[in-house]
């Protein structure tokens, strides 16, 4: 199984750029990519807006832990376009039948979500707390082929909507915390500390 990050995006209301923030032990970005350890064998990362430092980012953590996974970083050169072009780029580099997707700033999901979506099937496969869905959301190759034809002026949605979803209720609140402003980083650090800095 795979995943691609989304780490394109110009953090334009974190008044930083959040993918190095520092969470834990961990940035932002590591955090969001650690919870596949052991479910993933390949993790697709891509990159748009200051393509550089997420290369460099994950060039630091890489040699300072050992992964099961490997990380293979792609530049989407659209990522001016919007998220749905970074979604078309990493699924142009899926090989497998199943993958999730997930932006690269959702720190807080826990390894034991990931694996309980990796168990389900279904072309659609969603995390859902308190009856809304989160991240990260397992597609089908089915999926994956269908995104790829879309039009890249669509979205993630659009393509979605044609498809049975299968939501997993989770006592996960990570699944709905991302990391867009500086108050969702300060609420990510609680959070984070309320769960004694635990990677998972």
Not at 20 to 40: D, H, N, R
Not at 186 to 198: C, D, M, T, V
Request: net charge neutral; hydrophobic share 40%.
């Amino acid at each position: 199984m795979e995943a691609i990050v989304l780490a394109a995006g110009y953090s334009s209301r974190a008044n930083a750029f959040k993918m190095t923030l520092s969470l834990g032990k961990m940035s932002v970005l590591e955090q969001t990519i650690s919870k596949f350890e052991g479910i993933c064998t390949r993790v697709i990362v891509v990159a748009g807006f200051q393509a550089e430092i997420i290369q460099e980012e994950i060039s630091r953590f890489i040699n300072k832990r050992a992964y099961s996974f490997q990380i293979k970083f792609i530049y989407n050169e659209d990522f001016s376009q919007g998220m749905f072009s970074s979604i078309q780029k990493g699924c142009s580099e899926v090989k497998g039948e199943t993958f999730f997707i997930t932006p690269g700033d959702c720190p807080l999901v826990k390894r034991e979500t990931v694996q309980l979506i990796a168990e389900h099937n279904g072309n659609v496969v969603i995390p859902s707390f308190n009856y809304k869905g989160g991240h990260p959301i397992k597609l089908t190759g089915v999926v994956k082929q269908k995104i790829l034809e879309t039009n890249p002026e669509s979205n993630l949605r659009v393509v979605l909507s044609g498809y049975d979803k299968t939501y997993i209720n989770v006592k996960d609140h990570g699944v709905l915390m991302d990391v867009d402003t500086p108050e969702d980083y300060q609420n990510a650090i609680k959070a984070e500390f309320l769960r004694g800095g635990s990677i998972g």
